[in-house]
């Protein structure tokens, strides 16, 4: 429930900040800030860490890692040291981070169709404030 509502915050703050640069109404710094702080908690609301294989107390119940919606390389290792390797916070926030740079998962596929809309989502929402923010930029100079 909280994850949604940081969500949709997220998006209706992008909403505004399309609003603003249209407007010009905004000087480049705060845009420059905006536009920072906008992608960050993009990043930050995406780490899926809560809601894979239903949460992190969920998950540390199975063994494996089997039913999640996310294939980390560890699990693929066969020579793996841990059998009972499972993914933490630290491991979403990066795959999180790479969709939002990279616009892709990197390393890490998604298996579910919903973690895979909830990518596209997030790549949507991190293109269009770099290509937001770029146009403006080009503009005032």
């Known amino acids: 429930m909280l994850w949604r509502k940081s969500r949709q915050v997220n998006e209706s703050r992008l909403g505004l900040l399309v609003a603003a640069i249209q407007k010009h109404e905004i000087d480049p ?3 420059l800030r905006s536009a920072v702080a906008l992608w960050v908690t993009n990043v ?3 780490a899926y860490w809560r809601l894979d294989a239903g949460g992190p107390h969920e998950r540390e119940k199975l063994p494996g ?5 996310f294939l980390f390389p ?6 793996n040291s841990d059998a009972n390797w499972s993914p933490n ?3 979403y926030l990066f795959l999180a981070f790479n ?4 616009l892709s998962p990197a390393d890490t596929p998604a ?3 919903w973690a895979k809309i909830l990518m596209m989502a997030q790549a949507t929402i991190s293109l269009a404030v770099l290509a937001l923010l770029a146009a403006r930029a080009v503009n005032i100079l």
Request: glycine fraction near 4%; proline fraction near 0%.
């Open 89 to 91: 916070f630290v491991d």
């Open 74 to 79: 560890q699990m693929n290792l066969e020579a």
């Open 65 to 69: 890692h089997k039913s999640g919606a």
């Open 44 to 46: 930050l609301v995406f």
């Open 99 to 102: 969709t939002s740079t990279a």
């Open 111 to 113: 298996l579910s169709r």
């Open 29 to 31: 710094k705060t845009l």
